[in-house]
């Protein structure tokens, strides 16, 4: 077990539990091939995330990785989107 240092530019709660931040998750190699192909895209097609956002720190995300992001909406119900991490 390490020490991890949390750079100052985090937020010092869990901004998972809060009400307006959907679910993140970063894909696995079968959920991304399967995106890809559902979508006939190239990773760099999707809406990018840099690898230095608060959001793909805390989630470990590399540059290459594909987030998947789950959302409740009034009007359109379950939503989901993509982003591309990116340094």
Avoid: C, N
């Amino acid at each position: 077990m390490g020490v991890e240092l949390i750079p100052p530019t985090l937020p010092t709660f869990d901004v998972f539990e809060h009400e307006l931040v959907p679910r993140h998750e970063i894909l696995s190699e079968e959920d991304r091939r399967e995106i890809l192909e559902r979508f006939h895209a190239k990773p760099y097609q999707f809406p990018w995330i840099k690898a230095s956002d608060p959001i793909a720190i805390i989630l470990g995300a590399e540059p290459g990785d594909i987030i998947r992001i789950t959302g409740e909406s009034a009007t359109a119900g379950k939503s989901e989107s993509y982003r591309y991490v990116v340094k």
